[in-house]
């Protein structure tokens, strides 16, 4: 078989991510751009022993969704991500 030039599929890109909460307490997640975001929002929130539909994920000010991967949120190695306490809130009556 013959090497046409032709690109082949795209490797998933390896990349080290910070995720750090309010306390400045940090976890690092090496990943594949192509990774789920929920699997580290998971993965974090097991190691803290909290609640993943407690907190909420930002990168650069931009609130993480479960569906979007590095690749969608265009991260770079070394980016960090920020955790919040999820505040719900209404109007007094």
Do not use: W, Y
């Not at 994920?57 to 479960?66: A, V």
């Amino acid at each position: 078989m013959s090497d046409n030039g032709s690109p082949g599929p795209e490797e998933p890109k390896s990349l080290t991510i910070t995720v750090r909460d309010p306390a400045s307490q940090e976890m690092q997640f090496k990943i594949k751009n192509n990774t789920r975001m929920e699997k580290v929002t998971n993965a974090f929130c097991k190691a803290q022993g909290i609640g993943a539909d407690t907190r909420r994920f930002t990168l650069d000010g931009h609130r993480i969704q479960k569906g979007e991967t590095p690749k969608m949120l265009e991260m770079e190695d070394g980016d960090v991500i920020d955790v919040f306490v999820e505040q719900l809130g209404g109007v007094l009556s």
